[in-house]
């Protein structure tokens, strides 16, 4: 079982910054690939960025494409999503979710897919302001 916890939402003006940290319990964290999705007021869930666990590759939704990183430090247990120069339609609550340990994902379209997550963690919301 892994527990994702998020931290770092908040207010913030259009184009500022904010770090998103998802925290993880268990000791199979190096293994396990991690996405970022949001939640706007009255869209559906969708994927933002996601890092493999293998490699560290980094994936990207075109809206946040060149605005956002994604990192990890496996010795804390933890992701970090770096969003600048951000703008109203990031307004959302944000997600981290985990896949099972020891998972391979080649292709983006299933990395992108919220189908591919076994854990999730409550979110934390993020508002931006004109």
């Known amino acids: 079982q892994v527990q994702l916890v998020e931290s770092g939402g908040g207010l913030v003006q259009a184009g500022g910054s904010l770090r998103l940290s998802c925290a993880a319990s268990?000791?199979?964290?190096?293994?396990?690939?991690v996405g970022w999705f949001r939640q706007g007021p009255g869209k559906e869930r969708e994927f933002v960025a996601g890092?493999?666990?293998?490699?560290?590759?980094?994936f990207f939704a075109d809206s946040v494409k060149g605005r956002c990183t994604i990192s990890r430090d496996n010795a804390k247990n933890t992701v970090y999503l770096q969003m600048n120069i951000l703008n109203t339609e990031d307004t959302a609550v944000y997600y981290c979710?985990?896949?099972?340990?020891?998972?391979?994902?080649?292709?983006?379209?299933?990395?992108?897919?919220?189908?591919?997550?076994?854990?999730w963690g409550q979110g934390t919301q993020v508002t931006v302001s004109s």
């Open positions: 979710a985990a896949a099972s340990p020891g998972t391979y994902v080649s292709a983006v379209s299933i990395f992108s897919s919220p189908g591919m997550y076994r854990y």
């Open positions: 268990g000791d199979t964290f190096s293994r396990i690939s």
């Open positions: 890092i493999r666990w293998y490699g560290s590759t980094t």
